[in-house]
């Protein structure tokens, strides 16, 4: 028996009116991203991706098409089951981290288990597990002002998992930091997929990109075969 | 979740001061304002009537206003075997009259009353009352007002002189007496009255056709209000009701009672509007923190929140951030309260309905205002709000 995949995407588009304009930033994409599999979705800046990425992580829905999450299609939901859907089944990593200001590494990692519904008891075991597990056992109490920019995203990694998601939703994860940290963040990931995770990987860098098994290209609101970059 | 979101609240509220307390500043005045009108009402109300049950509480007075013959002097002897409850009736009639003594001249409404008139209130200041013996043999004898007998005699050797009062002729009548001056009094003022036996006035002033009050003092243990109303049912069996009018001080205490009340709750209201300007102060500052608070309201959303709890954790804090401002303004209606009434020498009695109140008016005052920030916040988009600067 061959596995559903855990993200589709059948005939995607995705139209927004700007003005008077009709900008189509996805036009007619169709993908599947296997269980278990680390991808990269790559283009420039303005292809799509990030569209595409509010797609996946059930922020946006499409205007036409089909798109499945773990089994469950996202069309006609309302913003209510759409919010399920997002602490259910996606564990969102940004570039700018997006931690919550004002309360400690450990309530960062507590809050989507909040929303779920989860026990107070068992959310605080949890998130300290999971900050253990990304190396910040130490680190739990302090604001997110107080940790560096590995250290912030390795918070936010930990509040993406803690609720066991289906995708790792990662846009640019390494954008804000330096390339040594950067590229300890990047084998945090390489880590969690050999864990079994499934992880998506949106960036604009090739080179981030190719570190990737799997990879797709976008161009013009469409996937396309080959370089999307211009480069030879 | 609840809790969460209480935690949340505090947590913002504190975190700027300065900014929390202005925004409060509104709701604080609001219901301290409230708090302390009706503390003071409260106390005002209670001090005038602690000052009237101090004399005339038990009294009711009967005053025919038409010529019906039937209030005559011996009319007074039927109360008492028709209603039950009263201790005594005493009877007046009046009339203008001229007061002579030597040079000075005064003009003067002369009462021809029974000697228990005087059992009431009024106290006698020289000499004393004159007595039933007095009055059954209709003697001569006069008591004096205050002022009158200031101006009659202003060498203040009233008693045991003589004055004559004048009407249609002069007749000599002997001093006994001179009351206190019951100026500033909330019973009648009678520093320029003179008093005279009933049968005297009927005799020798002038002929009685009707009484002009009944005044009747209720027994103790007798409820006043009560003892009136069966007093106007007796009257009602005798009498058209056009022919006497029944005053009791008992109902004038609830008339100033209910009045004080009135223009307590008319001041509170007023009050009240600044309570509402506390709240739009309090929507003013949501919406602040709403739009400050957008990128944390996106990533909320990316983790999960539904608009239900977004709008909740605002709602609560809304709500949180208001009652903290009717605490604050309890107090300080408390304290401002409490310092006017010791300025003012009035007894502080606090009104807990107004306190209840307020607390229930403020909370209120929060879900209200704090309704569409949150609800602004709700429905946020979370890619837009995720983008946020």
């Known amino acids: 028996m061959i596995e559903k995949p855990v993200i589709q995407l059948i005939d995607v588009r995705r139209y927004y009116l700007v003005g008077e304009y009709l900008v189509k930033a996805l ?9 278990g599999s680390f991808t990269a979705i790559m283009g420039p800046s303005g292809s799509g991706k990030s569209t595409m990425m509010n797609l996946i992580g059930c922020l946006d829905t499409p205007t036409s098409g089909y798109i499945t999450i773990g089994g469950e299609m996202t069309n006609g939901m309302n913003e209510e089951e759409l919010a399920y859907l997002r602490n ?19 309530e960062n990692v507590m809050t989507p288990m909040t929303y779920a519904g989860i026990p107070h008891k068992e959310r605080r075991e949890r998130a300290e597990e999971m900050l253990e597990k990304v190396g910040l056992k130490d680190r739990m109490k302090h604001l997110p002002s107080e940790l560096s920019g590995g250290q912030k995203q390795r918070v936010a990694i930990a509040r993406a998992l803690v609720n066991d998601p289906d995708i790792l939703l990662a846009d ?9 940290t950067g590229s300890e963040v990047m084998g945090l990931f390489q880590e969690l997929h050999e864990e079994g995770r499934t992880i998506v990987f949106v960036t604009h860098d090739r080179k981030l990109g190719s570190q990737c098994p799997n990879q797709v290209l976008i161009k013009d609101g469409r996937i396309v075969e080959g370089d999307v970059f211009g480069e030879s | ?20 307390f202005l925004s409060l500043l509104g709701i604080v005045i609001g219901v301290g304002s409230v708090v302390t009108i009706m503390n003071l009402g409260e106390s005002v109300k209670r001090s005038i009537t602690d000052s009237m049950n101090i004399g005339g509480v038990d009294e009711v007075s009967v005053i025919p206003t038409g010529a019906n013959a039937v209030f005559s002097e011996e009319f007074a002897y039927t109360f008492q075997d028709n209603v039950l409850g009263i201790e005594s009736v005493s009877i007046y009639v009046n009339t203008n009259a001229t007061l002579r003594n030597g040079q000075e001249t005064k003009n003067a409404q002369v009462y021809g009353v029974t000697s228990n008139y005087f059992d009431s209130s009024e106290d006698i200041l020289y000499g004393d009352f004159f007595t039933r013996e007095n ?45 206190d001056d019951t100026s500033g009094s909330i019973s009648t003022n009678t520093n320029n009255y003179a008093f005279i036996p009933f049968n005297t006035f009927d005799q ?27 007093i106007k049912s007796y009257l009602s069996t005798v009498a058209s009701s056009n022919d006497y009018y029944v005053s009791s001080a008992q109902e004038l205490v609830n008339m100033t009672e209910s009045v004080t009340g009135y223009l ?46 977004i709008r909740s954790q605002f709602l609560v804090e809304a709500t949180v951030l208001s009652i903290f401002g009717g605490v604050i303004g309890i107090i300080f209606g408390v304290v401002v309260s409490y310092v006017v009434a010791s300025a003012a020498g009035w007894t502080l009695y606090f009104s807990i309905g107004a306190i209840v109140l307020s607390l229930a008016f403020s909370s209120a005052v929060g879900i209200f205002f704090g309704w569409y920030p949150a609800a602004k916040a709700a429905a946020l988009d979370p890619i837009e709000a995720l983008a946020y600067e």
């Not at chain 2, 001569?140 to 009407?167: E, H, K, M, N, T």
């Not at chain 2, 009484?211 to 006043?224: C, D, F, H, L, M």
């Not at chain 2, 009050?271 to 709240?279: E, F, K, M, N």
């Open chain 2, 264 to 309: 307590t709750t008319f001041l509170a209201a007023i009050a009240a509007i600044s309570l509402l300007v506390g709240g739009i102060g309090i929507m003013n500052i949501m919406l602040v923190t709403v739009v400050e608070r957008t990128r944390e309201i996106g990533i909320r959303k990316a983790l999960g929140a539904t608009p239900k709890t």
């Open chain 1, 88 to 106: 259910e089944k996606i564990g969102f990593v940004f570039q700018q981290f997006n931690l919550l200001g004002k309360v400690n590494a450990l």
């Open chain 1, 27 to 35: 036009d007619g994409v169709s993908l599947s991203i296997p269980r």
């Open chain 2, 204 to 230: 020798r002033l002038k002929k009685v056709n009707a009484v002009s009050q009944y005044t009747i003092k209720i027994k103790e243990g007798y409820n006043a209000t009560d003892v009136a109303a069966d």
């Open chain 2, 135 to 179: 009055n059954l043999h209709r003697d001569q004898v006069v008591v004096l007002g205050y002022d009158l007998a200031q101006d009659l005699f202003p060498g203040g050797d009233a008693v045991g002189s003589y004055v004559s009062i004048f009407r249609n002729q002069s007749k000599q009548y002997r001093v006994v007496g001179v009351l």
């Open chain 1, 172 to 180: 640019e994860p390494t954008g804000a930091l330096d390339s040594k």
């Open chain 2, 1 to 20: 979740m609840f809790l969460e979101n209480l935690k949340l609240a505090f947590n913002s509220m504190f975190t700027n001061k300065m900014r929390t």
